[in-house]
């Protein structure tokens, strides 16, 4: 209170007005991006306390490539937009302590010394929350100490497991037959295996030891035809993106995936589940009729998407969302159900889809590497734009049919990969497909200009 005025008391507003605010804390660093734009943190007046830690928004979820903002960019224009900047990874510090980030924040707070009031002030605001105030505290006390510039004592860095859950559990019985498949990728050259070595795990995963077989085989065919003078990128590519084509997301890998006891124990670290607290999980699905074929036998779901009217009337029921408790044993029994479904899939109609799609696109990329190496791998890449499952996989599979369609305009230009390369990033720019409608009429304009000239 301002001692000249002692019988007046601060008036406080839920609505901060650009150019009037003092302290501002964001609690993600996106905020403050957004708090610097509309005018709320001015050089003159504004201390800006934030986490540098990024959730990523939804805009940048949606580019089909890596949408993520430039983080250095967006604490840079902060700093130069605020009269101090006090920024760390809060976020990490509370989880750290066993806490929420609003302690972390509040501990930041009253370290960076913007308000007149003691540490213990603050301390007992904090202990006057009741349950959950110890780790409240630690949390607090982290953050406080590190705005107020105290050096951190030495601590063990926690390693966080891969958000995946897709560890390769082998046992023990096909543990000969899984040595055998490391010892062949070994065997490839170093630029190979790098890749290898993961897409072969990953396979494996996915379905079976024969199925990381084929994989191997179809490695070791390509790295064979393959030159040391090229640095072996054609295989490398391969190895990459023959993985990623073999491991396509469909209902029974999102089933698998979801009822390991990996994701549940991620989970429950994630939340911070207490020894006498439960946790109940509600998984939200929404298929649509043609996801429904995808895991039917090949010849079933085949008849039925050759008949647009069943597949419009059964769609009715089948295209809806659904959320299911995997905290029950109806909920989780149903969903491990599916994700067994995986034993089958050699004879699934999406696996025959994926295989006769896997096989044109590196047919594909070999023919073209024959005559232009690097275009041979910048088709391998095209890959990419493959992902997901449902109307994401559609979307990545019309723009990966898109560019291809466009290597009959680029035949016989010297800058042919260039161009195949300016086209996949077009159509990771964004979702719409703006940006590749703009790379396609680019490259049709300079194609069609030379016959119009000769005529």
């Not at 609003?102 to 370290?111: E, P, R, T």
């Not at 953050?143 to 050096?151: E, K, L, T």
């Not at 149903?334 to 994700?339: C, T």
Request: overall charge positive.
């Amino acid at each position: 209170r301002d001692p000249a005025r002692p019988n007046d008391f601060p008036v406080l507003s839920l609505s901060p007005s650009p150019g009037d605010v003092d302290i501002l804390i964001a609690a993600e660093l996106a905020e403050a991006g957004r708090a610097v734009l509309r005018g709320f943190v001015t050089p003159e007046r504004t201390a800006l306390i934030v986490s540098n830690h990024r959730m990523l928004a939804v805009s940048e979820k949606i580019v089909p490539g890596d949408g993520r903002a430039d983080s250095e960019t967006v604490i840079r224009r902060a700093g130069e937009a605020a009269r101090r900047l006090v920024h760390f990874d809060m976020e990490t510090l509370a989880r750290q302590a066993g806490s929420v980030i609003s302690a972390s924040l509040f501990g930041a707070l009253a370290g960076s010394g913007e308000l007149p009031f003691p540490r213990e002030a603050f301390e007992a605001t904090v202990n006057s929350g009741g349950k959950g105030a110890r780790a409240s505290l630690a949390a607090f006390a982290l953050a406080y100490d590190r705005a107020a510039g105290v050096p951190a004592a030495a601590t063990t860095d926690v390693v966080e497991e891969a958000s995946g859950d897709q560890g390769t559990v082998i046992p023990p019985r096909f543990a000969k037959a899984w040595q055998a498949l490391l010892r062949r990728s070994a065997a490839l050259p170093q630029p190979v295996r790098d890749m290898a070595d993961p897409g072969l795990r990953k396979v494996v995963d996915f379905l079976d030891l024969a199925y990381g077989e084929e994989y191997l085989s179809q490695v070791e065919r390509i790295a064979a035809a393959d030159t040391e003078a090229e640095g072996f990128a054609f295989s490398r590519e391969a190895a990459k993106y023959i993985a990623n084509a073999m491991v396509y997301d469909d209902i029974i890998r999102v089933a698998d995936l979801k009822t390991r006891s990996a994701r549940g124990d991620r989970v429950r670290r994630e939340v911070h589940l207490g020894d006498s607290q439960t946790l109940a999980t509600t998984e939200y699905f929404h298929p649509r009729m043609e996801e429904l074929c995808g895991v039917l036998p090949a010849g079933l779901g085949a008849a039925i998407e050759a008949r647009p009217k069943l597949m419009k009337t059964l769609n009715r029921f089948v295209d809806r969302g659904r959320r299911i408790r995997t905290d029950t044993i109806h909920g989780f029994g149903m969903l491990w159900i599916i994700g067994g479904l995986r034993r089958f899939r050699r004879s699934l109609l999406r696996h025959k889809v994926e295989a006769a799609h896997m096989r044109d696109w590196l047919a594909l990329a070999e023919s073209e590497r024959a005559g232009n190496y690097a275009l041979g791998v910048e088709v391998l890449k095209c890959r990419r734009l493959i992902k997901g499952y449902s109307d994401t996989h559609a979307r990545g599979h019309s723009k990966f049919d898109r560019v291809l369609a466009c290597l009959q305009l680029l035949k016989g230009r010297a800058d042919a990969a260039e161009w195949l390369r300016r086209l996949r990033e077009a159509a990771l720019a964004d979702a719409e497909g703006v940006m590749l409608d703009g790379a396609i009429k680019t490259v049709r304009s300079f194609a069609e200009a030379p016959a119009a000239n000769a005529s």
